[in-house]
T-cell receptor, first 111, second 116 residues
Framework: RKEVEQDPGPFNVPEGATVAFNCTYS??????FFWYRQDCRKEPKLLMS???SGNEDGRFTAQLNRASQYISLLIRDSKLSDSATYLC????????????FGTGTLLAVQP | ETGVTQTPRHLVMGMTNKKSLKCEQH?????MYWYKQSAKKPLELMFV???????ENNSVPSRFSPECPNSSHLFLHLHTLQPEDSALYLC???????????????FGQGTRLTVV
């Protein structure tokens, strides 16, 4: 079974903290990777794509390790508004257009 | 404002009812999807349509029947559902993956379905 696995949390961190989420995927043929954010009772929204070379968007840094089939998301200087569930996503591999979602990691940033 | 619109937002139906969920995307995408999200479970892919053709039916029971009349519209027809079908049903769209890697999916706000 092709899966994406994440620690469900919750991660409770104070404002300003740095927090890291990790994720593993089982399908070695996966080519596309993403982090989505889902607020309570809302739809998932793309946070960032994950590239082999690693990529950064403001306070957020995503990394991919193909050899270990491992994806990470680092959030620096956490804000209260970062509180949400973070979903790790890979695809089925090839031009399938099918995405596999992890169960998500819940982040609660405390004042 | 979302580029993917779903209606209704909330639906309560009896087990003998027939209802339909509607999804419309304004992003010019060629692929559309239905996902199911239940509590404590990952999003489950139900159906995939590429260029209006169904390319994936992920072992979904026949009481769920999708319809894709064109690349912008997607329906999910519901008939004789069970209480365990209660969940958030999410529609999504993306560019097709003709050129290799899959592209990100954009989601509608979902229909929260309760089967009583």
């Amino acid at each position: 079974r092709k899966e994406v696995e994440q620690d469900p949390g919750p991660f409770n961190v104070p404002e300003g903290a740095t927090v890291a989420f990790n994720c593993t995927y089982s399908n070695s043929a996966s080519q596309s990777f993403f982090w989505y954010r889902q607020d309570c009772r809302k739809e998932p929204k793309l946070l960032m794509s994950v590239y082999s070379s690693g990529n950064e968007d403001g306070r957020f840094t995503a990394q991919l390790n193909r050899a270990s089939q491992y994806i990470s998301l680092l959030i620096r200087d956490s804000k209260l508004s970062d509180s949400a569930t973070y979903l790790c996503v890979s695809d089925y591999g090839g031009a399938t257009n099918k995405l596999i979602f992890g169960t998500g990691t819940l982040l609660a940033v405390q004042p | 404002e979302t580029g993917v619109t779903q209606t209704p937002r909330h639906l309560v139906m009896g087990m003998t009812n027939k209802k339909s969920l509607k999804c419309e995307q304004h992003l010019g995408h060629n692929a559309m999807y239905w996902y199911k999200q239940s509590a404590k479970k990952p999003l489950e892919l139900m159906f995939v349509y590429n260029f209006k053709e169904q390319t994936e039916n992920n072992s979904v029971p026949s009481r769920f029947s999708p319809e894709c009349p064109n690349s912008s519209h997607l329906f999910l027809h519901l008939h004789t559902l069970q209480p365990e079908d209660s969940a958030l049903y999410l529609c999504a769209s993306s560019q097709d993956a003709s050129y290799g890697a899959s592209t990100e999916a954009f989601f509608g706000q979902g229909t929260r379905l309760t089967v009583v």
